[in-house]
């Protein structure tokens, strides 16, 4: 079963580009930048967003700059839900898990969204440091 990307649908709504748009304007930045072999169409902008799949690079990191640029606010592969994800499982108790729903309940985002936000902003500081763990990445 496919899962929608919402992140990729928010960003592309708030921009008012509809899929044809948004191919023209991929394809129009890879001829740019020399990717000749880029040839997005409506259809497949259409399946990133309702059924979740992942354009091969260098399409995510053109998406994102184009959206970059056009939105004012800085947008990522990642963030697009457009770069592969690492998984991190995390146990918590009754009481914490209920509390982060509810605040995510709040923020009307979802619970995953609302815990990659808390990590990236409790982690920005460190981006780039290295580790004071042995054997740490």
Do not use: F
């Amino acid at each position: 079963m496919s899962t929608p990307n919402y992140p990729l649908a928010l960003a592309l709504a708030s921009t008012s580009w509809g899929n044809s748009e948004t191919a023209r304007r991929i394809n129009a930045r890879a001829q740019r930048e020399g990717h000749r072999s880029v040839a997005v169409d409506r259809s497949r902008v259409g399946r990133w967003i309702r059924q979740g799949e992942k354009p091969r690079p260098p399409v995510p990191t053109l998406l994102a700059e184009l959206l970059t640029e056009h939105l004012g606010q800085p947008y990522t592969p990642e963030s697009l839900g457009l770069a592969p994800g690492r998984r991190v499982r995390v146990l918590l108790e009754a009481a914490e898990h209920e509390a982060l729903v509810a605040v995510a309940a709040a923020a009307n985002v979802s619970v995953e969204e609302y815990v990659r936000a808390l990590l990236r902003s409790a982690l920005s500081p460190y981006k780039g440091a290295t580790s004071p763990y042995k054997g740490a990445t």
